[in-house]
C-alpha cells in the first residue's frame, strides 16, 4: 500500500473544499466544504498514523471529527438566523462588517 | 544634709517655675504675682542656707572612707559622684628642719586642707559623635557662697520692690523677670559644665536687658537695655572662643572640674590656655563692666533701683568674677599668675577700679555715682583674682554684695521721697527726713570706703595684702598695688561727696518739704538687714597668724575655696600690719579731703569754672573719655556709613541685577519652551500619531471589505506564501 495515494486523494479533496469555502455563495455550502479541508486533513492523520505505527494521529483525527461536529452545529444554526434576518444566505450580500 | 548637695538643681527650678507662674496667673493673685517671687526666694534662701549647712558639715568631716561605696550607690541610681584622689597638700612639710614644731604644725595643716572635692551631679542631655553633652550640677564652696549671697540679695530686692514699684504698670511682669533673673543666676553659679554656664550666662544678660528696659515707652531707656546687651554681645563672642577652645584644648570635654584639673595638671598647653584665658578675659570685661566695656553698666541705671541693686550686687555683673574664680585652673596657668609680677587680668583689673572711681567724682545722679563705684569695686575683685588673691576676690564679691545692694536701696528710697536721682538739684539735707535711709546709707558708705572694722575694709584688706604679697618671688603686683591704693583714697572721697551731698547742707529739691517723709517698713527693713550684714560681713574671713582665735579667723577661706584637684595650688598673703595702716590711711585721707572740701568747704572751689586745665579735665570726665563718642561716632559711625553704602550698592547693582536678569531670563526660557518644545514637539508629537493612526487607518480600512470569502483566500493564500517559504528555505 503506498502512503502517496492517501496523499493525492487528500489532497484532491482539500483543494476541493478550499475552492468550495472561495467560490460558492451558499453558506450551507461553504460549510459543506469546510467539512471536506477537514476530513482531507483527518485522511492524512489517519494515513501517516498507519504508516508510523502510531496511534496518536487516529486519536487526533477522532478529535477532529468531534470538533466539527460542533463547529457545523454552531455554523448551521448561523446561518439558519442569517436567512431568518436577511431571507438570504447568499455570502456575497454578507458586507455589514465593512471597514 | 547631703541629698540637699546631691539635689541642689531644685534651688534654681523654684524660681524657674514661678516665673511662668507668676506671667500665666499673676495678674489674678491677690498680691500681682509678688508673693510667688516672696516665696519662691524664701523657699531658696532657706535651701540655700541647708546647702552652706551641709557643705560646712562635708569639709568638717570630709568623706574619706565611704566614698568609694557612694560612688557606686551614686552609679546605681543613674547620677554620678566625680571625687578626684584626696590629696593632701603639706605646706611646708618638706622643708625637712625643726621636725619637733614644723612637724605637728604640718600635720595640723594637713588635717586642714584634707581635698574636700566637689559634689558632682551629672545626666546625658544628649550624645553625638560620641561627645557627650550633659548637664548637671556643681557644689562647692563657692558655689554655696554664690547662692546664698544671691538668694538673700534677691530676697530683700523683692521684698523691697513690692513698695517701690508698687502700682506700676507692669508689675506683674516685673516680678516675673526677677525670678527668672534669680534663677538663672542660681543656674550659672551651680553650673557643671562650660556649656551650661554660658546658658546661664546668657540668660542673666537677657534678663538684664528686660529689667534695665522695663520703662521702655522712655527711648533712654530701650537704648540703655539695648546698650546692655549689645555690649556684652562683645564679650559674649570672646566667651563662647573661649570655652570652644577649652573643649578641644581638655580632650573634648566640657566639664570644669575635668577642664581645670586638667589645667592644673599641665595637660595642657600652656598657649591655648593663654588664647582660652584673653577671651574669657574679653567676657569678663563686658559682663563685669571693666574698663574699657564698661560703658553699658552706668547707662542700665535706666532701669528700677531694685533692679539695679540686684544687678550690681548679686547676679549679672557678679557673673563674670565667678566665672574666672570657676575656671581658676585656667586663668592660674592661662597667665602665669602665681610666677609673674603683672598680667592682663591684674591690670584690667586694677586700672578699671581707677577709671571707675575716678569717674565717680563727677556725676550728678546719685546712682550713677554708685554705678561707677560698681566699676570700682569689680576692678578691685578682677584685680584680686589676677593676682592669685582668689580668695580675696570672692570675699570682697561677698561683701561688696551686701554694702552696695544696701547703697543702691538706699539711694532708691531717698528718689523715692524726692521723685529724682539728681543729688546736685533735688537732694541735700535728707538725713532730717529719712532717718533710716540715712543710717543705713552711713553704714554701707563707711563699709565700701574701707574703714574698719566694716565688712569693706577686710576683703579689700586682703586683696591689697596679697598684691603686695603675691606673685613670682613674693615681690607682689607693685603696679597694681599702687592703683589699689589709689582707689582706696577715691573710694573714701567720693563717697564722702554722695553723703553730702544728699544728707547734708541744704534741700535744695523742688518736691515741698512737707511732703518729705521716710519710706514704708517694706524698703526700711531690706535696708536695715543689709546695713546689718555689711557690718559683720567682714567677720567672716577675719585674717590668720594668731590675731583672733584660730577658730574665727579665716573661716572663708577654710570653707568657700576649694581644695580639690580642679583648683590651683595658690598661696595666700598674711595679714600685714603695714599694708593695713597704709589703706586705713589712704581711706582716712580721701574722707578727710572730701569732709574739708564739701563739709567745711576749704579748698579751691570753682576751680573748674577758673582753670582751663582743670575745666578740660572736668570736661574730659564729665564725657566719660569720650568712650561712648569713640563707640558710637567713631566705631559704629565709622563702619555703618560705608557698610551700608556698600550694602545699598550690593543691593542694587547686584542684588537686583540678580533677581531682574533671573526675571528675564526665565520669561525668555518660558517664551522659547512655549514656542518650541510646547508648541513644536509635545503638541507636534501629539498630533503627528493622531493624524499618523488616523491615515493608517484609512489605508487599512480597505482591506476590510466585510467579505467572509474574502478573507478565506487571504487566508489561505497568506498559508500558502508560508507553505512555500518553509518547503522552500527551511527545509
Known amino acids: ?99 | 544634709m547631703t541629698t540637699m548637695l546631691e539635689n541642689v538643681w531644685v534651688i534654681p527650678a523654684i524660681p524657674f517655675a514661678t516665673f511662668w507662674g507668676i506671667l500665666f496667673f499673676g495678674k489674678r493673685l491677690p498680691h500681682k504675682g509678688a508673693e510667688l517671687g516672696i516665696g519662691a526666694l524664701s523657699l531658696c534662701f532657706a535651701l540655700s542656707l541647708v546647702t552652706g549647712a551641709a557643705w560646712i558639715d562635708r569639709v568638717d568631716n570630709p568623706p574619706v572612707s565611704d566614698h568609694t561605696t557612694e560612688q557606686a550607690t551614686e552609679h546605681a541610681t543613674g547620677g554620678s559622684e566625680i571625687d578626684g584622689t584626696e590629696h593632701a597638700q603639706v605646706a611646708g612639710g618638706d622643708s625637712g628642719t625643726g621636725i619637733g614644731v614644723l612637724g605637728a604644725a604640718a600635720i595640723e595643716e594637713a588635717e586642714e586642707h584634707i581635698a574636700v572635692d566637689a559634689v558632682v551631679q551629672q545626666w546625658t542631655w544628649w550624645q553625638n559623635g560620641g561627645i557627650e553633652f550633659t548637664v548637671g550640677t556643681m557644689v562647692d564652696g563657692l558655689t554655696a557662697m554664690m547662692l546664698l549671697v544671691v538668694t538673700v540679695v534677691s530676697l530683700l530686692v523683692h521684698i523691697y520692690s513690692t513698695d517701690y514699684v508698687g502700682g506700676d504698670r507692669r508689675y506683674t511682669h516685673f516680678f516675673a523677670f526677677l525670678s527668672l533673673f534669680s534663677a538663672s543666676m542660681l543656674m550659672l553659679v551651680m553650673a557643671e559644665n562650660t556649656l551650661q554656664m554660658i546658658v546661664g550666662w546668657e540668660l542673666v544678660g537677657l534678663c538684664s536687658f528686660v529689667l534695665i528696659g522695663h520703662w521702655w515707652e522712655e527711648k533712654p531707656n530701650s537704648d540703655a537695655a539695648l546698650k546692655a546687651f549689645l555690649t556684652n554681645r562683645v564679650g559674649d563672642i570672646g566667651m563662647l572662643i573661649g570655652v570652644i577652645t577649652l573643649f578641644f584644648a581638655a580632650n573634648q570635654t566640657w566639664s570644669i572640674v575635668e577642664i581645670n584639673s586638667m589645667a592644673n595638671a599641665g595637660q595642657i598647653s600652656h598657649t591655648a590656655l593663654l588664647v582660652a584665658s584673653l577671651c574669657l578675659t574679653a567676657a569678663v570685661m563686658s559682663k563685669s563692666g571693666q574698663f574699657f566695656l564698661h560703658t553699658w553698666l552706668p547707662d542700665a541705671m535706666a532701669g528700677p533701683t531694685p533692679v539695679s541693686a540686684l544687678i550690681h550686687a548679686a547676679t549679672m555683673v557678679v557673673a563674670g568674677v565667678f566665672m574666672v574664680a570657676r575656671l581658676y585652673g585656667v586663668f592660674w596657668d592661662g597667665f602665669s599668675i602665681g610666677t609673674s609680677n603683672i598680667n592682663v587680668l591684674a591690670v584690667v583689673g586694677g586700672f578699671t577700679t581707677i577709671v571707675g572711681g575716678v569717674l565717680a567724682f563727677v556725676q550728678a545722679d546719685i546712682k550713677k555715682v554708685l554705678a561707677y563705684s560698681t566699676i570700682s569695686q569689680l576692678g578691685y575683685m578682677v584685680m584680686a583674682l589676677g593676682v592669685g588673691a582668689w580668695t580675696a576676690g570672692l570675699f570682697h564679691l561677698f561683701t561688696h554684695a551686701f554694702f552696695k545692694a544696701c547703697l543702691f536701696l538706699g539711694s532708691g528710697s531717698v528718689s523715692h521721697a524726692v521723685h529724682s536721682f539728681d543729688m546736685v538739684k533735688d537732694m541735700g539735707g535728707m538725713r532730717k527726713w529719712m532717718p533710716h535711709t540715712f543710717r543705713t546709707f552711713m553704714i554701707g558708705s563707711i563699709a565700701l570706703a574701707g574703714i574698719p572694722p566694716l565688712a569693706g575694709f577686710w576683703s579689700k584688706d586682703e586683696i591689697l595684702a596679697g598684691a603686695s604679697q603675691l606673685g613670682g618671688g613674693g615681690d607682689g603686683y607693685p603696679v597694681v598695688l599702687v592703683m589699689g591704693f589709689i582707689t582706696a583714697g577715691l573710694t573714701a572721697a567720693y563717697m564722702t561727696r554722695c553723703v553730702y551731698l544728699t544728707f547734708f547742707g541744704e534741700y535744695r529739691g523742688h518736691t515741698p518739704v512737707e511732703k518729705l517723709h521716710e519710706s514704708g517698713p517694706r524698703i526700711t527693713l531690706p535696708l536695715w538687714i543689709l546695713a546689718g550684714l555689711a557690718i559683720v560681713a567682714g567677720l567672716a574671713n577675719l585674717p590668720g597668724d594668731s590675731i583672733v582665735p584660730d577658730g574665727w579667723a579665716l573661716r572663708f577661706e577654710h570653707f568657700v575655696e576649694p581644695t580639690g584637684a580642679y583648683f590651683p595650688a595658690i598661696s595666700h598673703p598674711h595679714f600685714s600690719g603695714l599694708t593695713a595702716l597704709v589703706s586705713i590711711a589712704v581711706a582716712g585721707l580721701g574722707v578727710a579731703i572730701g569732709y574739708a572740701f564739701y563739709f567745711r568747704q576749704l579748698g579751691p572751689h570753682g576751680l573748674t569754672q577758673r582753670s582751663t586745665v582743670a575745666k578740660a579735665g572736668y570736661t574730659f570726665l564729665e564725657n566719660r573719655y569720650y568712650l561712648d563718642h569713640l563707640y558710637t561716632g567713631v566705631i559704629a559711625g565709622g563702619t555703618k556709613g560705608p557698610i551700608a553704602r556698600a550694602a545699598y550698592w550690593t543691593n542694587q547693582n547686584i542684588i537686583d541685577g540678580i533677581v531682574n536678569g533671573v526675571g528675564i531670563s526665565a520669561r525668555r526660557i518660558g517664551l522659547w519652551v512655549y514656542d518650541k518644545i510646547d508648541q513644536g514637539i509635545v503638541d507636534g508629537t501629539v498630533n503627528g500619531l493622531g493624524l499618523g493612526a488616523g491615515a493608517g487607518g484609512e489605508v487599512l480600512r480597505e482591506t476590510q471589505t466585510g467579505r467572509v470569502q474574502q478573507y478565506a483566500s487571504v487566508l489561505f493564500g497568506s498559508t500558502l506564501v508560508l507553505a512555500l517559504v518553509i518547503a522552500l528555505v527551511i527545509v
Open chain 1, 1 to 99: 500500500m503506498l502512503l502517496n495515494q492517501f496523499l493525492v486523494l487528500s489532497a484532491v479533496l482539500f483543494c476541493t473544499g478550499v475552492y468550495g469555502v472561495i467560490a460558492r455563495r451558499n453558506g450551507v455550502l461553504v460549510l459543506m466544504s469546510v467539512e471536506l479541508i477537514l476530513n482531507a486533513v483527518n485522511i492524512n492523520f489517519v494515513a501517516f498514523a498507519y504508516w508510523h505505527g502510531d496511534v496518536s494521529g487516529q486519536v487526533f483525527a477522532l478529535f477532529v471529527i468531534t470538533v466539527a461536529a460542533a463547529e457545523v452545529g454552531i455554523g448551521l444554526a448561523i446561518v439558519l438566523l442569517i436567512y431568518r434576518n436577511r431571507s438570504s444566505i447568499d455570502l456575497g450580500q454578507m458586507e455589514q462588517l465593512r471597514g
